[in-house]
Structure formats: structure tokens, C-alpha cells
């Protein structure tokens, strides 16, 4: 039996890892919906 005390604190690592990945999900759909309404959008995807 394995007993954990508690702290009651934030582990900031498991935060931080979230809202790193939140934060680049955010720009990834930013930068697809700007492209997709932008001239340059369909110029990028003609050269892809």
C-alpha cells in the first residue's frame, strides 16, 4: 500500500504541458482560418 501525501498544490508541469498544447492548437487553427480567407492562403496552397 503505497500512501501519497498531499500538498494540495498545482503539479505546474502537468499545467504547463496543457496549456502549451492549447496554445499551439490555437495557432495552428488561427493560421488555417487566416490562410483559408487570405489571397496568400490560396497562393501557399497552389505551391503545395
Known amino acids: 500500500m503505497d500512501l501519497k501525501i498531499s500538498s494540495g498544490a498545482f503539479n505546474t508541469g502537468d499545467f504547463v504541458r496543457n496549456a502549451l498544447l492549447l496554445a499551439a492548437a490555437g ?11 487570405s489571397p496568400l492562403g490560396a497562393v501557399l496552397t497552389g505551391v503545395v
Open 27 to 37: 495557432i495552428l487553427l488561427g493560421l488555417i482560418a487566416t490562410l483559408r480567407f
